[in-house]
C-alpha cells in the first residue's frame, strides 16, 4: 500500500523559512514526478512545484525565487524548502507522486505564516 506522509509544516513569522519533506512507503516500481501542492482555505488546490525524476523543476509564479523543491530518489523522498514566507502561502501542504499513471496523495501538513 502506497503512503506518503508530509512533515515539517508549522507556525512561522512573515520571513521565515520552513522545510517540508515527503517519505514514502509501500512503492512498487518508479516514481516519476513529484510535486508539492497547497489549498488554502476557501481556494482550489493548486500546483507549488514540481521535480521530475532527472531533476527537472518547475514552480508557480508566485513562489519563484522563494521555494526549491528537491528529492532523493533513493530514498523516494522530495522536499520543498521554503524561504522569506508571506501570510499568503499560508495552506494545507499535499505531496503528489506520480507512479506510472497514478497520482498518489499525502495527507497535508499545516503551514501558517503570521504578518
Known amino acids: 500500500q502506497v503512503q506518503l506522509v508530509e512533515s515539517g509544516g508549522g507556525l512561522v513569522q512573515a520571513g521565515g523559512s520552513l522545510r517540508l519533506s515527503c517519505a514514502t512507503t509501500g512503492i512498487i516500481g518508479i516514481i516519476n514526478d513529484m510535486g508539492w501542492y497547497r489549498q488554502a482555505p476557501g481556494k482550489q488546490r493548486e500546483l507549488v512545484a514540481v521535480?521530475?525524476?532527472?531533476?527537472?523543476?518547475k514552480y508557480t509564479d508566485s513562489v519563484k525565487g522563494r521555494f526549491t523543491i528537491s528529492r532523493d530518489n533513493a530514498k523516494n523522498t522530495v522536499y520543498l524548502e521554503m524561504n522569506s514566507l508571506k501570510p499568503e502561502d499560508t495552506a494545507v501542504y499535499y505531496c503528489n507522486a506520480l507512479i506510472g499513471a497514478v497520482g498518489y496523495w499525502g495527507q497535508g501538513t499545516q503551514v501558517t505564516v503570521s504578518s
Open positions: 521535480v521530475t525524476r532527472g531533476g527537472g523543476t
